[in-house]
């Protein structure tokens, strides 16, 4: 790995530690996040990239593909996922979370720049800096 993608993969862990429990974010929604709107690839391998010792300060199940359904990969991680967002009370509707719910946007809202994520109340909204 290079020092490029490790810091770019600090910051895809940073921005999705700022996930709220109980809610989740898209792989392009995290991507837009951190001003790289077209990222969700690039965010989709550093969350694969987590090692052992950091998978458990980095909430990686809150990241789901656009359509709010658990991407596929060989194992179990799959079913892990769903248990442990279910176990944060986020609902599914036909075995995908339903985002309008539990989404940390609103569906197919990505935002325009730079953005942090601020919590007021139980509501979560995005914000500029």
């Not at 392009?28 to 550093?46: D, E, F, I, S, T």
Request: overall charge positive; charged content about 30%.
């Amino acid at each position: 790995m290079s020092a490029t993608d490790d810091r770019f993969f600090r910051r895809v862990y940073a921005q999705v530690r700022e996930i709220p429990h109980g809610r989740v974010a898209t792989y392009g929604q995290v991507a837009a996040l951190l001003g790289v709107p077209r990222g969700a690839r690039a965010v989709g391998w550093a969350l694969r990239a987590l090692l052992d010792d950091e998978e458990g300060s980095v909430p990686w199940h809150r990241v789901v593909g656009s359509g709010g359904g658990i991407s596929p990969r060989a194992g179990l991680g799959p079913r892990i996922q769903r248990r442990l967002l279910e176990a944060e009370g986020v609902g599914f509707r036909s075995g995908r979370v339903d985002l309008a719910r539990h989404g940390l946007l609103a569906p197919g809202r990505r935002p325009a720049g730079r953005y942090s994520i601020e919590t007021r109340g139980r509501r979560r909204v995005s914000r500029a800096r």
